[in-house]
């Protein structure tokens, strides 16, 4: 199967140059990366809900009626079934990637994944798509303008290609509580809750998340041992088994941080907020 020189936009894929970034150099082309490549649903198949007759209000009413642990879940065959991307568009995406001399690391189903290992070179000729490295306000990143391009024939087929461009877009929300008489803030400056107190405000049921396992997703931050024992120790409530998974990442050419900001502050807080509420 070959793919023709022709190509369209992929919608919603253009990205601009951050504000104060200029081009400084450009990446090895004969440099090594991976790119995750996400396809549409399976055309065709109709999802559980709608194959039980339920429409969107219908099936928020009745989730509204049940508790959490009275739901029944999609198994993850049920969702790669159901939800997940078609072997006809997984096939027509692999073949495009061995034309470019891009090879298949990991397929994923039910998440309509396909992760792409290969050059910087061969990615930019596949997606048509040059590549540079940009120094901005906030450090170094490996950059691109414009939208990614992909085949006729794979149009609507792949929906997003992530990874090609490496600047962070995640960013903390956490807000720190300045000292009175700062100004920053009018009302309720002296005040705050803990997430027991906020669970018995709001009527939240009893339980205690025995046998309940929580992921909880960050990209730049940490946590120290002793500030959850002190934490949760002042509240009465021991301190949760925690298991640190490291997921495997190109490491990134970001090089600064905001000034003034903790790495551990908001990871410590998610810890101690979900902690807390299960406990209640």
Known sequence: MRFGNSSVPIPGSARMIR?????????RA???????????????EVGLAAARGYRLPQLAATLGRQLPRERRHLT????????????EDLALVE?????????????????????????????????????AIYRSPQGLYRGRTGPVRVPPRLSGVIVAVLGLDNRPVARPHMRLLRAQG????????????????????????P??????????????????TTDLNT??????????????????????CWTSRSPGRSRHGP???SISLLTQTLAF
């Open 231 to 252: 934490y949760f120790s002042g509240l009465g409530i021991p301190t949760p088994n925690i298991s640190v998974l490291i997921a495997p990442m190109e490491r990134s």
């Open 182 to 205: 700062a100004g920053r803030f009018r009302f309720g400056a002296g005040m705050a809750f803990t997430p027991i107190q906020l669970a018995q405000l709001y009527g939240f049921p």
């Open 19 to 27: 504000r104060g970034a200029r081009i400084v150099g450009y990446p």
């Open 95 to 131: 073949a495009f990637a061995h034309q470019h001399g891009l090879s298949v690391a990991s397929t994923n189903v039910g998440a309509r994944t396909i992760k792409l290992r290969g050059t910087i070179n061969a990615f930019s000729t596949a997606f048509q798509m040059p590549l």
């Open 267 to 269: 990871t410590s807080w």
């Open 30 to 44: 004969n440099a090594v990366i991976e790119v995750t490549v996400v396809l549409r649903p399976r055309s065709g």
């Open 76 to 87: 993850r065959a049920e969702l790669a079934a159901n939800f997940g991307a078609s072997h």
């Open 207 to 224: 339980g205690d998340g025995q046998g309940q396992t929580i992921g909880i997703i960050e990209l730049d931050g940490g946590y120290t």
